[in-house]
């Protein structure tokens, strides 16, 4: 076949199988040659060992160095955080228990998502097995630094079925996109409406960030699409990079259509309703007197710590997303120390603490971990 630009595209051992047909799992298939003759990225089990992360320096400093950063704020700031335990077991349990079962209604939303932009690629899989190994690629980024879960992800799905590793990073790249497309474009409405009477200074500057980054994925995703190969082709690379490439730009492309773009779009939605209402009910369980948030307000800071879990130097921005969503309820709402802390860990419970627990029963009961295969979608 020829993809896009008439460039012939050998068979693909890792591509999904041309027949329908299937027994009730596809079979585990280990990491083996793919599009073009040029094997797939090596990734081991041994590289991705949990246990194996976890005790390596690299991993250990990302979690001391933000911990101790904590440990010295609070130290600083330790009339006004003691109270901050308090506060906390005052929340309305009933409305705690809600913001829990909203974000995790998320889960299924994502895995959906994620399932669709791989049946565009042309792998068949069910939304159960789908939101399982995000759910696991979930728990990974919360432990250790780097966003290795989106790699956890891919290497779950390529030992679980018959997908091209480097196609899979293109469908979880495509997604990173669709989820920055949405913060920054319901960060910047959030932020307008609950700003409307004046910017402060802090709050322009993050929407001058907010311009920048839907301009700059514009132009990222236009430039791949037209020009991607030829600028690849174009540089000093080997030319199995350049197959990566191909398989990579296949999986970003086809995993979204025009037909299927409006219903992302939906979903992507949904997802970060999701998020930001979890943040507004976390507010209202802890009910403070002194704090007008606002659903507004509340998806503009929800948004803004989501945005802040992207960087890579802690696992799931352990201490950056703690200092921007305190930050920013202090700054722009004015919002007490105490009771800014009080919101910003109840939230980081719920959203980092809770995947944590849950995730390791998950990934102690899961067979995805094992190579079981996937369920064949009905």
Do not use: H
């Amino acid at each position: 076949m020829t993809n896009r630009d008439d460039r012939p595209m050998a068979d693909d051992p890792g591509a999904p199988p041309a027949s329908p047909a299937m027994t009730t799992t596809t079979p585990a298939l280990p990491a083996a040659a793919t599009a073009t003759g040029g094997p797939d990225p090596e990734v081991t089990p041994e590289q991705l060992s949990l246990a194996r992360r976890l005790r390596q320096p690299r991993t250990i400093v990302s979690i001391a160095v933000p911990l101790a950063i904590i440990v010295i704020f609070v130290a600083l700031n330790g009339d006004q955080l003691s109270r901050v335990p308090g506060l906390i077991l005052k929340a309305n349990p009933a409305l705690a228990a809600l913001a829990f079962a909203v974000f995790y209604m998320g889960f299924p939303l994502r895995g959906y998502r994620w399932a669709r932009l791989l049946r565009g690629t042309g792998l068949p899989i069910a939304t159960r097995d789908a939101t399982e190994i995000l759910f696991l690629s979930w728990l990974v980024n919360c432990v250790v630094p780097a966003k290795l879960g989106d790699v956890y992800r891919a290497w779950l799905l390529k030992i679980n079925s018959s997908a091209s590793l480097s196609r899979t990073f293109g469908t979880v790249f495509i997604e990173r996109v669709l989820d920055l497309f949405a913060i920054a474009t319901l960060g910047l409405a959030a932020g307008w409406w609950s700003f409307r009477d004046g910017l402060p200074p802090a709050i322009q500057a993050v929407f001058i960030v907010g311009f920048v980054v839907v301009g700059g994925l514009g132009l990222g995703l236009f430039t791949m699409r037209n020009f991607g190969r030829r600028i690849m082709v174009a540089l000093p690379i080997p030319a199995r990079i350049v197959e990566f490439y191909d398989r990579f730009e296949e999986g970003v492309f086809s995993s979204v259509g025009l037909r299927a773009l409006p219903s992302l779009v939906v979903i992507t939605g949904l997802v970060w309703a999701t998020e930001a209402t979890r943040l507004y009910l976390v507010v209202q369980a802890l009910s403070f007197p002194d704090v007008q948030l606002g659903l507004s307000g509340a998806v503009f800071v929800a948004l803004i710590g989501s945005l802040l879990t992207a960087v890579p130097l802690s696992p799931a921005g352990l201490g950056f997303v703690e200092a921007g969503v305190v930050g920013v309820l202090t700054v722009a709402y004015g919002v007490p120390l105490p009771e800014a802390t009080a919101i910003a860990l109840l939230d980081r419970v719920i959203s980092v603490f809770s995947i944590i627990v849950l995730g390791a029963i998950g990934y102690a009961i899961s067979s995805k971990p094992r190579g079981a295969g996937l369920t064949v979608p009905a």
